[in-house]
T-cell receptor, first 111, second 113 residues
Framework: DAKTTQPNSMESNEEEPVHLPCNHS???????IHWYRQLPSQGPEYVIH???SNVNNRMASLAIAEDRKSSTLILHRATLRDAAVYYC????????????FGTGTRLTIIP | NAGVTQTPKFRILKIGQSMTLQCTQD?????MYWYRQDPGMGLKLIYY???????DKGEVPNGYNVSRSTTEDFPLRLELAAPSQTSVYFC????????????FGNGTRLTVT
């Protein structure tokens, strides 16, 4: 019972923006949307999270649809170091910590 | 600031052997998790804990046991290793708040032959 769905893979050219989509049609009002990425041979690392409003940090931006049923992670200028698997997960506010990750989106950056 | 530390980094086990994967965090996080990742696949939740003395099953708990006697440590036990348990194991921790990120360790690569 995956809570989020993402494309299996995407490609982007280096130095261009990348938009990584995530669908979460069964999201509840208290669920936070979290994004992580996993570089080759490393553990996942946190990228960004949000609840309702769009969010920016030094790594990326997160655009959340008005109905919150989808979100998009935006890498403004992809570099070769951004090649990774990107995961979108939901985390609720009621202590349900059975956090499942799914298979994520494998992002390939073309030089 | 060590974060989440996993030991060992690598291990080879024979079928039927047992071992404990260690995980410790120094951030005073309430929540801790164990995931496994098979080659080319995503992360599967094995067990998680919301505090000392409290553990619960994840998606794939069979063949594993956990305990949480302290806030810092969350060891994962394999009693009778099987080839199907060949995987990379990641431990993670998080504060209680749902707007807080998970912090992952660097993983333990386990091979069962």
């Amino acid at each position: 019972d995956a809570k989020t769905t993402q494309p299996n893979s995407m490609e982007s050219n280096e130095e261009e923006p990348v938009h990584l989509p995530c669908n979460h049609s069964t999201i509840s009002g208290t669920d936070y949307i979290h994004w992580y990425r996993q570089l080759p041979s490393q553990g996942p690392e946190y990228v960004i999270h949000g609840l309702t409003s769009n969010v920016n940090n030094r790594m990326a931006s997160l655009a959340i649809a008005e109905d919150r049923k989808s979100s998009t992670l935006i890498l403004h200028r992809a570099t070769l170091r951004d090649a990774a698997v990107y995961y979108c997960i939901l985390r609720d506010g009621f202590g349900n910590e059975k956090l499942t990750f799914g298979t994520g989106t494998r992002l390939t950056i073309i030089p | 600031n060590a974060g989440v530390t996993q030991t060992p980094k690598f291990r080879i086990l024979k079928i039927g052997q047992s071992m404990t994967l260690q995980c410790t965090q120094d951030m005073n996080h309430n929540y801790m998790y164990w995931y496994r990742q098979d080659p080319g696949m995503g992360l599967k939740l094995i067990y998680y804990s919301v505090g000392a003395g409290i553990t619960d099953k994840g998606e794939v708990p069979n063949g594993y046991n956990v305990s949480r006697s302290t806030t810092e440590d969350f060891p994962l036990r394999l009693e009778l290793a099987a080839p199907s348990q060949t995987s990379v194991y990641f431990c993670a921790s998080s504060p209680r708040q749902s707007n807080s990120p998970l912090h992952f360790g660097n993983g333990t690569r386990l091979t069962v032959t």
